[in-house]
């Protein structure tokens, strides 16, 4: 016997089809409907290529363009300001650091209003939710922008404009963290007779406070990428000056600066990971 | 012996008291020596960082003016015309929001196709060569780290400004991102259809479309839908630097101080991230019901 299954099956391809009709027959509702999906999708992507102006001359053109801009990248270069931008990768480090703290810290008591189990009026905690929420539903280059207007160009209106995106996110998830502490431990410092700050002390802080500081850490992972852009509208940082070599068309800096910018963040991921992990364990990481 | 005490012997309960006063000695000192490197750290930021808590604390009532000045003057008498002079240009706001929705859309489409591409040499179980499972790893760690809007700034000198330079920034991220979780996803089927499909001789083509597709599919739509939902919050902003959109109105407007406008394109860009936002979560549910459906 050397046929495979294969052989076989093919071999008697019309009788397995006579037998058992139903596996192979069609369920067209299910096609039509995966095919009026598929063209919904390509209707669509026709009419905003078209509309948002796309062509395969200009797509060639740009892809030329790239080609040189990526040959004339090597070797990438400081351009002989390597303590220039080592001072500004510096201040991108101390924005992002700076803004998600303030942003911590300001966020930690509108977690307890926010939760449920601590606010049980249902309008405040709606309301300061919708207040998050709006903080959360602003990108961070716009609260740069804002902040450039009120404080004037520089690394702190970056400061600002991070604490303020990370105070609606921070709010939430501060809120959800208290929202799934145990209960058993709050009742037992109140039946051993402490007060409602002992609870939250001894009770409730220990359990909400490596969740917090993991998610603490992690949002300083991730500031530290949304610190490097917002340099490019004025907000300090190593953003400020990616932006100007790319105007002046300095290829070899440009790319000095984006390796800069990938090694920093790797290290930063790197070590706040492995904190993370010191924090709450390797099992527990919650996001 | 009920009713007795045991005892624990003196010399035993000294030894076991003064363990404990070490342990509690030891963790304040550890947490003291962290909170010091924090403190540390903040002051080193604070210095790099230009803060000057006596400029801020001079300057603290800008805060209040600024948002004073986004609040438009509404009265109930004349509310109608007030609200029309607020969105006076919201013919062409709408137009840019389209714009802006679009450009997430083929941002997102276009990362899904690239990742999709991707993704199955990036997974330990489907693609048995090293060199290769590296090298597109890479590849997707890559598109991700760099920041969206760097690529903009990139592709805005490429192709010209206008939408396009947006689209591509987006989907270049959109790939490295969702490339990642679709592999994730890929690494975590069942693999006993794979064998079936690879038994009965199918290519690796015909393995992928039989055996891994039908698991995967609903996983990669619903990651899909949530990064569409990310790419309309960026794609806001791509017109900061150029990249198309309501971003571009929206900086002028900052820039030039015209607060309303400034309050009027704010809120309209926020009901269209928090209705795609519910939108997009009644889909993923009813995407996950169809899924658990036997």
Sequence with gaps: MSQTLRDVALHDLQGLRARHGEVFAADWRRRTALLAGIILVLVLAAYGFWRLDFSLTRLGSGLGQIAHMVSLMFPPSPGGRLPLYLQALTETLAIALLGTLTAAVLAFPVGFLAAKNVVPNIFAHFAVRRVLDIFRGVDVLIWALIFINVVGLGPFAGILAITASDFGSFGKLFSEAIETADKRPVEGVIASGGTRLHALRFALIPQIFPVIASQVLYYFESNTRSATIIGIVGAGGIGLHLAEQIRVLEWNVVAFLVLMILVVVAIIDWVSSRLRFAIIGRAGVVL | ?294
């Excluded at chain 2, 962290?34 to 000057?52: K, M, N, P, T």
């Excluded at chain 2, 690239?114 to 040499?121: K, S, T």
């Excluded at chain 2, 090298?135 to 000198?157: D, K, M, N």
């Excluded at chain 2, 569409?228 to 002028?252: D, H, K, P, S, Y």
Aim: hydrophobic letters at 55%; a neutral charge.
């Design chain 2, 1 to 294: 012996m009920p009713g007795a005490l045991l005892r624990v012997p003196p010399e035993q309960l000294e030894h076991a008291f003064s363990a404990y006063t070490a342990a509690v000695a030891a963790k304040r000192l550890r947490t003291v020596l962290g909170l010091s490197c924090l403190l540390a750290a903040i002051g080193l930021a604070g210095i790099a960082g230009e803060v000057d808590l006596i400029k801020l604390a001079s300057n603290i009532d800008r805060f209040p003016n600024y948002i004073r000045s986004l609040v438009p003057a509404l009265s109930w008498t004349n509310f109608g015309a007030d609200l029309a002079e607020w969105f006076w240009n919201l013919d062409v706001w709408l137009q840019l929001l389209a714009d802006t929705l679009l450009i997430a859309y083929l941002g997102t489409l276009l990362g899904v196709v690239g990742a999709f591409f991707v993704c199955f040499f990036a997974t330990a179980n489907l693609e048995p060569h090293r060199p290769i499972r590296f090298v597109s790893r890479r590849f997707l760690e890559f598109c991700r780290t760099v920041p969206e809007i760097v690529f903009a700034l990139l592709f805005v000198v490429a192709f010209g400004l206008g939408a396009m330079p947006g689209v591509l920034a987006l989907a270049i991220h959109s790939v490295g991102a969702l490339g990642k979780l679709f592999a994730e996803v890929v690494e975590n089927i069942d693999m006993r259809p794979v064998e079936g499909a690879t038994a009965t001789g199918a290519n690796r083509v015909q393995t992928i479309h039989f055996a891994v597709l039908p698991q995967v599919a609903s996983n990669f739509t619903s990651y899909a839908l949530l990064r569409f939902e990310i790419n309309v919050r960026t794609a806001a902003v791509m017109g900061f630097v150029g990249a198309g959109g309501i971003g571009q109105e929206l900086v002028v407007a900052i820039r030039k101080f015209y607060y309303t406008d400034v309050s009027a394109i704010l809120l309209l860009i926020l009901a269209t991230v928090m209705v795609i936002d519910l939108v997009t979560e009644q889909l993923r549910h009813r995407l996950i019901g169809v899924e658990r459906r036997p």
